[in-house]
């Protein structure tokens, strides 16, 4: 099982950006996969899940509106688009695996596997 994260990078407030997780050793169909963010000094928080099977999504409170989670089975990827990106925004991002039911999808114990991270950095 491998995940690797793309896309990060320096962008403006408000401004836009994709994260990419290419996914390897497993098929999105029976995996949950989360998206996380760990900014200097806090802990890692969850940003969005898309779940197995039928894709349903979640976002925590603070990202809703502005980013949108999406995957695609074909090329095994799953997606983070951010829009209208804040400073408080900026983190490492994080995308994690899961194939267990329960538990909560912004629980970091609620993933097994984990990318190595893609830096977001949100500044003028």
């Known amino acids: 099982v491998q995940l690797v994260e793309s896309g990060g990078g320096l962008v403006q407030p408000g401004g836009s950006l994709r994260l990419s997780c290419e996914v390897s050793?497993?098929?999105?169909?029976?995996?949950?996969i989360g998206w996380f963010r760990q900014a200097s000094g806090k802990e890692r928080e969850g940003v969005s899940c898309?779940?197995?099977?039928?894709?349903?999504?979640y976002y925590t409170d603070s990202v809703k509106g502005r980013f949108t989670i999406s995957r695609d089975n074909a090329k095994n990827t799953v997606y983070l688009q951010m829009d209208r990106l804040k400073p408080e925004d900026a983190a490492i991002y994080y995308c994690a695996a899961t194939s267990r039911y329960g538990g909560s999808v912004y629980a970091t114990s609620s993933y097994n596997s984990w990318g190595q991270g893609t830096q977001v950095t949100v500044s003028s």
């Open positions: 050793g497993f098929t999105l169909d029976y995996y949950a």
């Open positions: 898309i779940n197995r099977i039928n894709g349903s999504t």
